[in-house]
């Protein structure tokens, strides 16, 4: 089994490259809880929703979030009773929200509604979040604190983030299930999703650096030189206190990293980088840069 | 002005003639909130939304609940992943619950919650909760006690019950805005909505009853016999320790109503009450009671 961390927008491609190699009961994403908040009474969980989505093949691969050809009635309807949602809710994935804040309501861990969610969708693959507690991340631009999925799909992209604000406990602990998926895997990959947003909140979990340890772990950077595609993941990495470049990233993850990846055309060096093609703008793309991970993986496990 | 009492069935076929009749702004509809409940995270409140969507001209009136030719794409894929709604919401309907829910997890009050949907949506007509504090219609039955939606619409009236009662954390108090319009009201129509479920809740704000007795006050039963024209009255009076009937009903209304109009089929003999036709089966009729109900009141 391969255990992927993070399902944020820029790893998500890599996921779905993987598909093509791996078995969906292979895979296990765990996935960040920075960005989950609750708008209109209903639980939000960006990461595990994207993912599972992914697996259900309802994905929109266009902007990485959301179902694909969703409706967005209620959406459109509430401005004109006088409210408003900070980003676009689909209906359909309005009723995966409610159906979530209900299972929680009911009691249960947010690793077990998303299991419940994952069945029902028939999903093969194994998609946890990184911990129980709720662990989101706040922007603040200065002027206000806003939820991280919030700022990166609504806010302008020159907003000001001065800091990365954590709520609920400093170390969440990470639940046994993710550190039985990571036990169990071959290897763990982190693909190249943005450190600051996606990554840095489930390393900050309770446990998870030491099981990285002793794990194999390959990270592919995001960064190619010092300017990050977009505008919003520079900032984020400012925020954390890091550049966006890929050293900034190695110092982040130097302390378990077994392999890390990037770009051919990063003009910055890495000492002991493997350089390969991370742009992935298409999906033949993705999946070769997924089978030069499996090889690498096949050839250090086996 | 006229003040109508209202539930979410009933009454509301009465307002669609009278909005045909009267400049809207001289209507004012105060409204029963016990059958009000959190669903998915937002706020429903079903007689609000019936008498609000029938002023904007948006009311499914083939149910006379939710929004005409609304999607219902949330709640069908909630069915799905295993939530059931016990009523199906409209996508378009969900967003009057999310937006009023916000508003009142905001601190925002029911009555101002309802004025800006109402303002939203383009009712000129004066629409009030009949409180802004939680007030529950509970029935008890063998299967434990159960919120009255559920009685009525899961399980579609179909356990037999044993009491109704209100569930409070303090009694509920008229709010201002609802004596205010009952005071300026040339008369106060009771309408022909479930005197159990809607009416009595409304009568048991304290306040209300007491600015009735000053008014000149028209009720219309629901019943024809002891059958209801819609909706369970029979057996919740009967559990409400009163007889199914007009006369039921005109007991619990004697104290303030000045007079009590009944179906002119109803076989149950009330004296003093006038006989009309009640049963508003389409707009004509509706029609036809309300220019009937304002000739009593203006006297023209």
């Not at chain 2, 000053?214 to 909706?231: E, L, M, Q, T």
Request: aromatic share 6%; glycine share 8%.
């Amino acid at each position: 089994m391969i255990t992927f961390l993070s399902a944020g927008p820029g790893a998500l491609p890599l996921i779905r490259g993987a598909r093509q190699i791996l078995y969906d009961s292979e895979i296990a994403v765990v996935a960040s809880t920075a960005g989950n908040c609750t708008v209109s009474g209903s639980h939000v969980a960006p990461e595990t929703d994207t993912a599972v989505y992914l697996f259900a093949g309802i994905l929109d691969t266009g902007r990485w979030w959301g179902i694909k050809g969703d409706t967005y009635a209620t959406h459109n309807y509430l401005p004109k009773v006088g409210g408003g949602e900070p980003f676009p809710v689909g209906d359909r994935a309005r009723a995966v929200q409610i159906a979530r804040a209900g299972l929680l309501s009911q009691g249960m861990s947010l690793t077990e509604a998303v299991g419940v969610q994952c069945r029902a969708l028939n999903i093969g693959a194994t998609v946890l979040p990184a911990t129980d507690a709720e662990a989101s991340v706040l922007v603040d631009t200065g002027t206000e604190r806003l939820p991280l999925f919030t700022y990166r799909t609504a806010a302008g992209s020159d907003t000001e983030v001065r800091e990365l604000i954590r709520t609920g406990p400093a170390r969440p602990p990470v639940t046994d299930e993710v550190r039985a998926a990571i036990e169990e895997s071959d290897a763990v990959v982190i693909g190249p999703a943005n450190p600051a947003a996606s990554v840095l909140p489930i390393l900050d979990c309770e446990g998870m650096r030491s099981l990285l340890c002793d794990a194999f772990v390959v990270a592919v950077s995001p960064f190619r030189g010092d300017v990050a595609a977009d505008q919003k993941d520079a900032a984020l990495m400012y925020a954390a206190g890091e550049k966006p470049t890929s050293p900034g990233v190695f110092r982040l993850y130097g302390d378990f990293v077994d392999v890390f990846v990037q770009s051919l055309h990063d003009p910055d060096q890495v000492a002991g980088s493997l350089r390969l093609e991370t742009r992935l703008l298409h999906e033949r793309q993705a999946e070769s840069l997924a089978w030069d991970i499996m090889a690498v993986i096949r050839q250090t496990v086996s | 002005m006229i003040t109508f009492l209202s539930g979410g069935t009933g009454t509301p076929k009465l307002l669609r003639g009278m909005q045909e009749l009267l400049d809207e702004r001289e209507i004012a509809v105060v409204v029963n909130t016990a059958e009000d409940t959190w669903l998915s995270g937002n706020h429903l409140s079903p007689d609000i939304d019936t008498v609000m969507y029938l002023f904007a001209g948006i009311l499914d009136t083939g149910r006379w609940w939710g929004i005409r030719d609304d999607s219902y794409i949330t709640h069908d894929l909630l069915a799905r992943l295993g939530i059931e709604e016990f009523i199906a919401v409209g996508d378009q309907d969900r967003a009057v619950h999310v937006a009023r829910g916000e508003m009142l997890r905001s601190g925002v009050r029911l009555t101002e919650a309802t004025t800006t949907l109402c303002r939203r949506l383009g009712v000129k007509a004066t629409i009030l909760p009949m409180t802004d504090s939680v007030v529950t219609t509970y029935v008890r039955t063998h299967r434990g006690e159960m919120h009255f939606q559920e009685y009525w619409v899961k399980h579609r009236g179909d356990v037999a019950i044993e009491g109704v009662f209100r569930r409070f954390r303090e009694p509920p108090v008229a709010t201002a805005e609802v004596i205010r319009a009952i005071e300026a009201s040339d008369a106060v129509v009771v309408g022909p909505s479930n005197p159990v479920t809607s009416i009595s809740p409304i009568l048991e704000c304290a306040g209300v009853r007491e600015a009735l007795r000053n008014k000149r006050v028209i009720a219309v039963s629901p019943f024809i016999g002891d059958a209801p024209v819609s909706g369970p009255a029979a057996a919740l009076m009967r559990a409400f320790g009163k007889e199914a009937s007009s006369a039921g009903t005109c007991s619990l209304y004697e104290d303030f109503a000045d007079l009590f109009i009944q179906d002119i089929r109803d076989p149950v003999g009330l004296q003093g009450a006038l006989r009309l036709d009640t049963l508003m089966v389409n707009r004509g009729k509706s029609l036809d009671l309300a220019k009937t109900i304002l000739t009593l009141i203006y006297g023209c």
